[in-house]
């Protein structure tokens, strides 16, 4: 893939993307930028070229666009590793690293990459009297609220209760009996509702109060 400073330096918006079109690498080189963490939108600033084209380029062909659209699915795991790596690093993270044999605090320049997902703040403050000079506060990252996210993505805490309920035979008899009751109390009332217009005598029928002259209970048996 030809660099940023080989593409900028063709002065025409049309003759620099047909440079970039024409790269024998370009797909393969925009699919592992993506999948990196990076993106189309920073290739296309990086280039100095519209995003629509480059965007429209890359799903106008079915390979293109299934390699495409693999290196977005890679992205988005490649995120989640990401984070869940810097949750671990302050969950875990040894801030001697900050320091020197002595015990003196390292400056900044010579602090090591892992230091700064440990470091949320640097604070400087001047020393007045004997002890004149300068002394810097840091402020770290909470390491128990890391421990409780990463510990929650993991399922190592689990704040369900299982309840268990055993019902007798008889109590679940009855419990379908007085839903059975219930239904068809509403049913009947909305046969009344619904013939009130149409047939004048019916307008004074009321649904019974009780189930028990349409409803059977379960203990009771039908006489012939």
Sequence with gaps: ?????????????????????????LVDFVCATVASGGSLINLARDWNVRYSDISKWMYDDKIRQ??????????????KEAVLAEIRSIAFGDMRILYNAEGKLLPIKEWPQEALSLVAGLETE?????SSGNTMKLKLYDRLKALELLGKTMALFSDTINVKVSLSTEELVMASYRRHKEKTVNETQKVIESNKAEAGPLADIKAPE???????????KIST
């Design 1 to 25: 893939m030809k660099s940023n400073k080989e593409i900028n330096s063709v002065t025409k918006l049309k003759e620099r993307m047909q440079l970039i079109l024409e790269d024998p690498d």
């Design 66 to 79: 299934f390699k495409y659209t693999a290196a977005l699915n890679a992205r988005n795991e490649w995120a």
């Design 126 to 130: 001047e020393l007045k009297g004997k």
């Design 210 to 220: 009780t189930i028990d002259a349409v409803c059977i209970k379960p203990d009771e």
